[in-house]
Each structure stands twice: as C-alpha cells, then as structure tokens.
C-alpha cells in the first residue's frame, strides 16, 4: 500500500519565483495536512482539509502561501512570490475516521531552498 | 494557545543504557497524545497514541507512558539503530480544530555502539 506521495522531492528556487508542491495522500484518507519544518520553529501546521474542503488555515503564515485541493487524491500548497525565509522542509500528511487513533501519516517531505 | 515542551533537546546514550525522553504538555481538554520516530531526510513515523493518564504502550524496545501533564518515552537497552529525533504531539479540543496536531521540537537520540 503506497504511502503518501510529495513531489519534488527537492526544489531549489530564486526569490520571486512562484513554487508548487504537491501532495497525494493515502487512498481513503479524508483528511489532509501540509506541515512546514525548520531548526527554529521545529514542525508546524500551515493548514488542513477534510473532504477536500479547508477547515484550518491559521497557521499559513501570510498570503503568498495558498492551498487547494481539488479532488480526494491530490493537493497543492503554493508559494507566490517565494522568499528565502520560506526555506523549509514541507510535509504533507493524511488522516482519516477509519484510522485507528486519528494518527496522521507523514509524506517524505520536500526540502525547499529559496535563493 | 496548546504548548508542546520535549527534553531533553539532545541526548546520547551507549548502546543498552536505558534512559527516558519527556514530554511536557499545557492543553484545555487533551485528545490524544503522538509519539513519532523521525529519520534524517523522511517523514516523521507514527509510533504510538495515549489517551488517559495512566495509559501504556510498548512496541519493541520503547514504552509510552502518560500523566496529566507529561508524557515519557522509556528506551529499554537501546541499539544504535534507534537513533532518531523522537517528537511528541497533542491533539486536543482548539476550538472547532478537533485534528489539529501541536508538535514539540523533538529530542534527538544518538545511541553508540
């Protein structure tokens, strides 16, 4: 059973630019999560969906950042204009009613560099 | 506002030292305390849920065990592939925020041969 899926893996960007990451979470999961990471802060919620629809978005820091998920098995967080401080590993994780304990399963991450 | 506060920050161990990782936890009506496993480079990896102060659980040489206002992470005779960063997480009642997950900085583990 495949776990949650990020793409990139690795995004190296100049400041300006616009970055997309991607996310599928485990099939049957109704919620989803994009988590940032940094030394400073340590892992943080940005924000979550459950049946595609957004329920928290108070931890997106400003609005250069934006989410969607547009269908069950996919989601996007977009960065827009990237700035370096948004250096960060960003991780996507899903979750869902039929899981045990609402235990969330994490995706391999995608280190973002923005120069 | 939920707080997460895990200590120590860095802790080495000799392979089959047993020690203890904490979690200390400020939240208004817990849900469930998250132990995870962390990998250099991955995700972090679901190890175990607590519920109620008093409650336990053990998985292989790791032992989750919770009070009122802490959890511990007891390592039993350690082996060097248990070096990770070890996080603990709380979801509890924020609102209408019911699956939100408050992460503390983790303790990262080195044990040596």
């Known amino acids: 059973d495949a776990g949650v899926i990020q793409s990139p893996r690795h995004e190296v960007t100049e400041m300006g630019q616009e970055v997309t990451l991607r996310c599928k979470p485990i099939s049957g999961h109704d919620y989803l999560f994009w988590y940032r990471q940094t030394m400073m802060r340590g892992l943080e919620l940005l924000i979550y969906f459950n049946n595609n629809v957004p329920i928290d978005d108070s931890g997106m820091p400003e609005d250069r950042f934006s989410a969607k998920m547009p269908n069950a098995s996919f989601s996007t967080l977009k960065i827009q204009p990237s700035e370096p401080r948004d250096s960060a590993v960003y991780f996507c994780a899903s979750s869902g009613d039929r899981t045990l304990n609402y235990e969330q399963y994490f995706g391999p991450g995608t280190r973002l560099t923005v120069t | ?113």
């Open chain 2, 1 to 113: 506002e939920d707080q997460v506060t895990q200590s120590p920050e860095a802790l080495r161990l000799q392979e089959g030292e047993s020690s203890s990782l904490n979690c200390s936890y400020t939240v208004s009506g817990l849900r469930g305390l998250f132990w995870y496993r962390q990998d250099p480079g991955k995700g972090p990896e679901f190890l175990f849920t607590l519920y109620s102060a008093g409650e336990e659980k053990e998985k292989e040489r790791l032992k989750a065990t919770l009070t009122k206002k802490e959890s511990f992470l007891h390592i039993t005779a350690p082996k060097p592939e248990d070096s990770a960063t070890y996080l603990c997480a709380v979801r509890a009642n924020s609102g209408g925020s019911n699956y939100k997950l408050t992460f503390g900085k983790g303790t990262l583990l080195t044990v040596n041969p």
